[in-house]
């Protein structure tokens, strides 16, 4: 009898996890380069953004950024901003616009655009003529974006 009810309660768990909404990339719409609505209905666990900051195929923020909550991660760098204190100088919102595409806030930046599908340059075709062609899938999903957008919000001055 309790697996019986143990079974149902599992679907439906993982059911709902799975049916969490979430703002596809060809819909985000900024505002001044910040992202007011989360990309998906679920909270950011701190704890996955600071492994998707340290992983190399995924955020590898700490290849550009030091961060000194993250010192245990080798080869900090400096192209980009230090990220201590990022949690009380920047809004939610800014975060994870910046996060999503700092182009939107940053016009120069070398920051890669972590959730975008399409309007790439594709150098590529110039050398090789082997750029890949149409949409292409975003670096992190729209859950990874909101755990590395918690993570930053940990990042406080004191």
């Known amino acids: 009898m309790r697996i019986t009810l143990l079974i149902p309660s599992v679907l439906a768990l993982s059911a709902g996890t799975a049916m969490a909404e979430m703002v596809a ?23 996955r953004g600071k492994v998707i900051m340290t992983t190399r195929s995924k955020g590898n923020c700490v290849a550009c950024h030091e961060i000194s909550a993250l010192s245990e991660a080798p080869f900090h760098g400096n192209v980009g901003p230090m990220l201590d204190g990022v949690g009380e100088y920047r809004t939610e919102a800014e975060l994870r616009g910046i996060v999503a595409n700092a182009k939107m806030t940053f016009e120069g930046s070398v920051m890669p655009a972590f959730y975008k599908t399409t309007g790439f340059e594709r150098p590529g075709d110039g050398y090789s003529g082997k750029a890949a062609q149409g949409e292409l899938p975003p670096i992190l999903t729209a859950q990874e974006i909101e755990d590395v957008v918690a993570f930053l919000k940990t990042l406080k001055d004191g």
């Open 25 to 47: 990339p060809a819909d985000v719409q900024f505002a001044d380069g910040a992202l007011e609505t989360p990309l998906t209905s679920d909270a950011g666990d701190p704890a």
